[in-house]
């Protein structure tokens, strides 16, 4: 009985707000109906265009690192990578924020991932077992905001260190837990407090300066970030950049890594002082904190570079050799 | 350098291929879930042009912009989107403000243009996008039985930078952005939206 009556009175209002409804006249042939313009969404040849620029990016870097062992080099594809994944992107897709995106299809298989975002994620990763944290140094437009603000990098105290060391990974958990299920706090009316969340997204430092537009929060701490890293380097990268503590555990063991001398060792010293990141331990670099900057090769000896005639590190070599006394 | 391998070169060896096998073995299976590119789209019929588009959005002039259906607009003089029936009359007896903050509602005369009376006529109402903030005004107002609803609110791709997470998404309290697959842009063609609380 009900459901009839509801059925009747559903056709009855619906035909009461038909009566309602003006149609334009016709008039007569002398106007046609503008249909409204969708713009489309961003090509298929252009999303296949980032993941080329990644892989690109990638094997340059990792050619002008491992290679070619060059900082010049280095410092053009970061300042390339900030304009391009940076600025011209965005920000948005990048592998940290894909973290996110990859637990979600993991946890929940009605999501649906992106194959751009899986390349994101999984590629750099790859690299990274292959040649270290060439991302880090070479493609990261992150990473590259902070290393090209870096004036005069202090040390960081031994103590703190081991303490903040520890930060990416619980961030990483915390990223993980709240993108795949969300903190289950349920408020009075009964909707989830905190449900899922991107966590990385929503408190990324630097994508307030790539859109050039964010709430005060954003804006505060990115600015909060670049001016810390003008004196302590990479902050992001080493204490907090929950992808960087993937990169870490895959660069560990990876294939081939930064080697700082190209043939011998001479213990000088020289190239852990040039380190702005605390990366060089028993005068080699530390695979899992190394972020293949490109720094320490100028400062090493051996690492020959011809200005008026005489290498530059060795002048360096000898100065510091001469302050000890010892010729 | 012996040509034997070191405990410490077969450990690393063993990892990377662990490594590589665990990551190769995810990135297939995810891949095989793996969709075309998916975009936010603004579900009409939940939209309730609650203003949050505007705000909520990353961008500081938001990527929601609204948007007039042609074929089901009535064209009418006195359109409840365009001018605001509440204000006060001007000398020929029609409303003088404007619902639009932005006058972003633009309206040109089509058909035959009636000199005795510039009132008398039909309008194609347009909207000028690098006005319109997204608030919904004007979507309010058009809703039956005031007006035809032909005005909606829709995400403009050329201005929607794709992030990861909508920001109009996580506060829309009428959960009416989704995640839809490309291309075929259709408010029915995803599986189901985003899965947010």
New interface residues.
Partial sequence: MWPLILLVLAFASSALLAQYQRKPPDFGGTYTFPTPTHPEPRASVERALDMVMLGAGLGLGAYLILKRRTRAGVVLLSIAAIAYFGFYRKGCTCPIGAIQNVTLALVDPRYLISFGVLVFFFLPLVAALLVGRVFCGAVCPHGAVQDLVLLRPKKVPERVDRVLRWLPYVYLAVVVLFAGWGLPIVAEGGKALVGRRFLICEWDPFIGLFRITGSFHMLAIGAGFIVAGMFYGRPYCRWLCPYGALLSLCSRVAWKNVSITPDKELSCGLCAESCPYDAIHDFQADRASCVACARCYDSCPRHVKLRRGQPVALKLYRRSQAGTGVS | MSETTTRRQF???T??VI??TA?GG??GL??R???????FQVDPVKCTACDLCRTSC???LSAVKA?????K????RLCPAYMDVTSQPDEKGIPSGKVCPQDALKRRV??REDPDDPNNN?Y?YTVDEARCTGCGKCVKACK??AG?GSLRL?I??????????CGIL?TCPSTAIV?V??PG?SPTA???G????
């Fill in positions: 450990i690393d060896r990892c990377r490594g590589l990551l995810a990135a995810l891949a879930r793996a969709s075309a590119h998916a975009v990353v961008l500081s948007v007039n259906e042609f074929s607009c009535g064209y009418c089509v058909g039909y194609e039956p039985p035809n829709e403009r791709y050329d201005r929607c930078v794709g992030c990861n997470e996580v995640r697959l490309t842009l995803a599986p189901g985003e899965p947010h609380a």
